[in-house]
C-alpha cells in the first residue's frame, strides 16, 4: 500500500536557521506531491506542489521542495526561516490519474525560536 | 469569498448522541472531502465526494455517514457517537481529485464524553 513518511515529527530551530523537511512515499509509479502548512489554530493550506517539470518547486513564503524520483524523496527546505513559520508541516502524494486518494503523512511540528 | 466553511466550530456530545457537520462550498468545486486530524496520525480521509449525488469511501469510514445532495455541501453525520470519534474535523473542496484538496474548512473540534 501507498505511504508517506515524514522522518522528524518534531523540529526546533532558531530564527535565520535553514530548514529542510524529509518527506519519502512508498509508490513507484507517477505522482503527484504536496506540501500543506497548518499554522497554530488554523486549517491546512496548500504550500507547494509538483506535477510534473522541473523537480525544484517553488512555493509561499520563500518554501521550496525539491522531487527527487531516485529517491522517492520530496523535501521541503527553506534557506532562513522566521518566527512566523512555526507551524505543522504535512506531505500528502497522490498517484496520478488513478482513483486513488491522496495519503498524508503524520505532520512535522515545527518550533522557531525567536 | 468564503472558501470552505464549516459549521459548527466545536461540539460537545455524550456518547450515543448523534449530529451532523455542515460543509459549503462557494467555489463551485466538484470534489469534496472530510478528513480527521488526530495527534500524531496527520489526515486521514473518512469519506469524498466526486459529484453531487455521489459519495465515497475514504480510509477511516465506520460510524461515519455523507451526504451530497447539492453540489455546494457536503454532510458528515455521526449517527451514535462514541469517544473514539473525538477529533478536529476538516472539511476541504477541490475541482480535481489528481489536484489534491486545494481549500480546507476552519474545522470542527469535537468530543465526545
Known amino acids: 500500500a501507498q505511504s508517506v513518511s515524514q522522518h522528524n515529527h518534531h523540529v526546533i530551530l532558531s530564527e535565520a536557521a535553514s530548514l529542510e523537511l524529509g518527506c519519502n512515499y512508498s509508490?513507484?509509479?507517477?505522482?503527484?506531491l504536496f506540501w500543506y502548512v497548518q499554522y497554530p489554530g488554523q486549517h491546512l493550506q496548500l504550500l507547494l506542489k509538483?506535477?510534473?517539470?522541473?523537480?525544484l518547486v517553488k512555493g509561499i513564503k520563500g518554501f521550496e521542495a525539491e522531487f527527487i524520483k531516485s529517491k522517492f524523496s520530496f523535501n521541503l527546505r527553506k534557506p532562513s526561516v522566521q518566527w512566523s513559520d512555526t507551524a505543522e508541516y504535512f506531505c500528502?502524494?497522490?498517484?496520478?490519474?488513478?482513483?486513488?486518494?491522496?495519503?498524508f503523512g503524520k505532520g512535522t511540528r515545527l518550533h522557531i525560536l525567536p | 469569498n468564503a472558501g470552505v466553511t464549516q459549521t459548527p466550530k466545536f461540539r460537545v456530545l455524550k456518547t450515543g448522541q448523534s449530529m451532523t457537520l455542515l460543509c459549503a462550498q462557494d467555489m463551485n468545486h466538484e470534489y469534496m472531502y472530510w478528513y480527521r486530524q488526530d495527534p500524531g496520525m496527520g489526515l486521514r480521509l473518512i469519506h469524498y465526494s466526486v459529484g453531487e449525488g455521489t459519495t465515497a469511501k475514504g480510509e477511516v469510514p465506520d460510524g461515519y455517514n455523507v451526504s451530497r445532495l447539492k453540489k455546494q455541501n457536503f454532510l458528515l453525520g455521526l449517527e451514535s457517537a462514541a469517544p473514539s470519534q473525538t477529533s478536529v474535523y476538516f472539511c476541504?473542496?477541490?475541482?480535481?481529485?489528481?489536484?489534491?484538496?486545494?481549500?480546507f474548512g476552519d474545522g470542527t473540534r469535537l468530543s465526545i464524553l
Open positions: 500528502a502524494v497522490k498517484k496520478r490519474n488513478r482513483d486513488d486518494k491522496i495519503i
Open positions: 509538483y506535477f510534473s517539470g522541473d523537480p
Open positions: 476541504a473542496s477541490s475541482y480535481s481529485m489528481d489536484r489534491g484538496p486545494q481549500h
Open positions: 509508490y513507484g509509479g507517477t505522482v503527484n
